[in-house]
């Protein structure tokens, strides 16, 4: 089973960038589909973007199209999430999940990720 721990979570002005981190301690998450969620106070949780287990698919939450990119580092068994021109809707803690689905036009859902990280809290403010 993963074992899967978020960084690189903090404080940010509107318009900035973060690059959150996703790695796996038994260092297997080259073998599996991977999912970031997120989910803000007094909200439901929300599936930001996944990618594939071979990395060739990605699916992305249409509140983070063409700001966020997720992508994959087997090298050093990581999964990234590049997060770009944030906006203060964005804060929220956000989840790493494994061992998921992910294709084109898939919708995220947390139901279908049985491993998750503890998470890194994201904050937009100025």
């Known amino acids: 089973q993963l074992q899967l721990v978020e960084s690189g979570g903090g404080l940010v002005q509107p318009g900035g960038s973060l690059r959150l981190s996703c790695v796996d301690s038994g260092d297997a998450l080259d073998y599996y589909a991977i999912g970031w969620f997120r989910q803000a106070p007094g909200k439901e949780r929300e599936g930001v973007a996944c990618?594939?287990?071979?990395?060739?698919?990605?699916a992305y939450a249409d509140s983070v199209k063409g700001r966020f990119t997720i992508s994959r580092d087997n090298v050093n068994n990581t999964v990234y999430l590049q997060m770009n021109s944030l906006k203060p809707e964005d804060t929220a803690i956000y989840y790493c999940?494994?061992?998921?689905?992910?294709?084109?036009?898939?919708?995220?859902?947390?139901?279908?990720?049985?491993?998750w990280g503890q998470g890194t809290q994201v904050t937009v403010s100025s």
């Open positions: 999940a494994g061992d998921g689905l992910c294709y084109s036009n898939y919708v995220l859902n947390g139901d279908d990720f049985p491993s």
């Open positions: 990618l594939s287990r071979s990395g060739e698919r990605t």
